[in-house]
Antibody, heavy 127, light 110 residues
Framework: QLQLQESGPGLVKPSETLSLTCTVSGGSISSSNYSWDWIRQPPGKGLEWIGSIYYSGSTYYNPSLKSRVTISVDTSKKQFSLKLNSVTAADTAVYYC???????????????????WGRGTLVTVSS | NFMLTQPHSVSESPGKTVTISCTRSSGSIASNYVQWYQQRPGSSPTTVIYEDNQRPSGVPDRFSGSIDSSSNSASLTISGLKTEDEADYYCQSYDSSNVIFGGGTKLTVL
């Protein structure tokens, strides 16, 4: 059974860079049927999509975070990673990694839905 | 980008039916599929409806989804409410390659 597991520091200082890794176990990360995404949820608030990466390395980011976000993939380690720089207290959240199922019809890739989520990891931004 | 607006909270009694709305601020609701996710306290979200009205395997048929072009909104309907349905529910759609989530609705079953 494929599983996703987030890992990384639970505490980051303001103005520094938040770095998280998601490890894919029990399956392949190298498939055109999926993108690999990061989503966050501030305490007591709703879900916010951060961005996506395909195994090919193509990335898409939330416009509101784009200037501070980098998502990368290491297929040999079956991991994808998130870096968010210049963090503030507003970046305190539970960070989830998730798999977004895609469908390709006549060469056009269309996203379907998030079919697998990690358990999430709380990252607090504080000095 | 458009926004998806949900009511902050709804409540209903066990055995009854509840409907949660999700209104798209601009562009047609029919332009992009809508998904619904359930998030119980302390847990990750899970999909209850995808592509407007499709249920993943394992989701009971008490859950149904629809879209209404006249109100430019999507709806999640849960019939035969059970206490285990008490959770936050999020609608989600797409704007080009961007993922858009609604603000979430807290369902209380009392």
């Amino acid at each position: 059974q494929l599983q996703l597991q987030e890992s990384g520091p639970g505490l980051v200082k303001p103005s520094e860079t938040l770095s998280l890794t998601c490890t894919v176990s029990g399956g392949s990360i190298s498939s055109s049927n999926y993108s690999w995404d990061w989503i966050r949820q501030p305490p007591g608030k709703g879900l916010e999509w951060i961005g996506s990466i395909y195994y090919s390395g193509s990335t898409y980011y939330n416009p509101s975070l784009k200037s501070r976000v980098t998502i990368s993939v290491d297929t040999s380690k079956k991991q994808f990673s998130l870096k968010l720089n210049s963090v503030t207290a507003a970046d305190t959240a539970v960070y989830y990694c998730a798999r977004l199922l895609q469908i390709t019809i006549f060469g056009v890739v269309t996203p379907r839905y998030f079919d697998l989520w990690g358990r999430g990891t709380l990252v607090t931004v504080s000095s | 980008n458009f926004m998806l607006t949900q009511p902050h909270s709804v409540s209903e009694s066990p055995g009854k039916t509840v409907t949660i709305s999700c209104t798209r601020s601009s562009g047609s609701i029919a332009s992009n599929y809508v998904q619904w996710y359930q998030q119980r306290p302390g847990s990750s979200p899970t999909t209850v409806i995808y592509e407007d009205n499709q249920r993943p395997s394992g989701v009971p048929d008490r859950f149904s989804g629809s879209i209404d072009s006249s109100s430019n909104s999507a709806s999640l309907t849960i019939s035969g409410l059970k206490t285990e349905d008490e959770a936050d529910y999020y609608c989600q759609s797409y704007d080009s390659s961007n993922v858009i989530f609604g603000g979430g609705t807290k369902l209380t079953v009392l």
